[in-house]
């Protein structure tokens, strides 16, 4: 697929337009999306700091090292929302493969732009990279339980359940679900 080096993307379309004809949503907080290539220190610091802030790592982990990883593995995106107004990184999404399935990470977005249709936009964007790649499953692993049903809500389903004492996958530290979705193609 070809990726253009910046991408942004009309804001209702990166929320695949869900927003409309909900009149219990926030307004649309106006953000562009971005495809990460080569991250300051900065850019480092603040995913680092939203992805703690969304539990999603513990203190002083190291964002820097896992975003590199992706990014040199040729088989990679990192896509950033950030807001319009000061271009504050508002929310993220990892997307890769390894060779058989799609695999989403750290999907992310900030406290005060939730319920917006930011998380499931990114994550639609995520599915049609990875379906654009020639992949026909996505998978993600979901530590925290409560965010079953936004995965189920947008079609996808637990295909395996794994204790934390699982030694092979100690590192997750913690049990944690399989889900998966058949992309379209
Ligand atoms: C999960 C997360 C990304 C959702 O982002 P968001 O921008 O609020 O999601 P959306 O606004 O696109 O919500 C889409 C739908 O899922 C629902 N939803 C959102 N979070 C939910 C949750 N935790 N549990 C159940 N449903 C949820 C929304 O109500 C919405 O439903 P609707 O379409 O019927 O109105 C965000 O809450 C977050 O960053 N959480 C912390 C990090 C995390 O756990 N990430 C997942 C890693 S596997």
Known sequence: MKMPGSLTLPQTDAATNKAAGKSDRKEEPGFFLERLQSPTAHDIAAIGDLWYKSGLTGPGYDAGRDLATCLNSGRGSVILARSAKDATIIGTIMAGHDGESGWVHYLAVANDARGTGLGSGLLALAEDILAATGLAVNKVTVTDPTVHDFYRKLGY?????????????????????????????
């Not at 389903?157 to 193609?185: A, C, H, W, Y």
Request: aromatic fraction near 4%; hydrophobic fraction near 35%; glycine fraction near 4%.
């Open 157 to 185: 389903e637990i295909v395996e359940t794994v204790p934390r004492t699982n030694t092979q996958i100690s590192e997750i530290g913690t049990d944690f679900v399989v889900m998966r979705k058949r992309l379209k193609s």
